[in-house]
């Protein structure tokens, strides 16, 4: 039997995870600026690469090797995870560039939008209803993308492309039963081979930024294991012991830090960039808004519920 000290301890530690994963979400930008003199697409190889490894070492350790190899016994799995693994290499690659190109801001954007997408792909695939609360706050995102593209002068195509491919990565993964975890280790999987061979390329044409790398940046591309890990495994952790409601509160923090990371490292926040994030903040805390209080409703019902 839960106890109530049990479902608080419980709810304590999903917290802490969730805030540790978004916030290490949160500060990629200073990562990557540190890197910065690594290609996108070497940077993103060096994820792959370490990222084995250092994954392979938690899933012993969270005994989820059955885990795995039921994942690479099914066929559509594997196709599932094949379509994940190139849309999560794809987001990575282009986040890189843009915190390397002074895009931080569009990045942050990005990932305000995702959730929001998420509504749009529930109405458009899955024939959800949207509430009330819901319309508004997607007439809002799509309100400051409007404003930012015919006002500002600036289509946010960075910011589209990651909440499209993070959604589209979100989708294939909602199809799949398999953990967060297991699911990842199989994707840096497939994507193994081609990054050594990417990096293998780039070694012995001297065009890997390792080549010349001192042993701090070595240090720090070796580190792209735990970064890439890491976070996922604490959201892991975090949406085993939350609601969703409490999980759509926590996931803005990763965007509103990347957004002080802009601001710290000089990015010009023009009136429409400024607009078009007011806008953005309204619509996040609607989206979440309306989820605290669909989970108010649900816990409420189970409280009442006999047994």
Known sequence: MITAKDQHSETRDGVIAAVIAYTLWGLFPVYFKWTGQVSPAEMVAHRVVWAVPFGAIII??????GDVRDALAHLRTIVYLVLGAILIAANWLLYV???QNGQIFQASLGYYINPLMYVLVGVVVYHDHLGRLQKVAVALALTAVLVLTFLGGTLPWIS???AAS????GVIRKHLAVAAMPGLFVETLVLFLPAVAYLVYGV???TAAITTASPGLVALLIL???VTVLPLLMF???ARRLTLSTIGFLQFIGPTLQFLMGLIYGEQLTIYYFVCFVLIWV??????WDLWSRGRTVGKAQLTRPG
């Open 166 to 169: 993070f959604t589209g990565y």
């Open 283 to 288: 619509a996040a805390f609607l989206y979440a």
């Open 97 to 99: 560039w843009a915190v």
């Open 60 to 65: 012993i350790a969270r005994k989820q090797l």
């Open 204 to 206: 012995s044409a001297g």
């Open 160 to 162: 589209l492309v990651l």
């Open 236 to 238: 892991a952790i975090a």
């Open 224 to 226: 792209a294991g735990p």
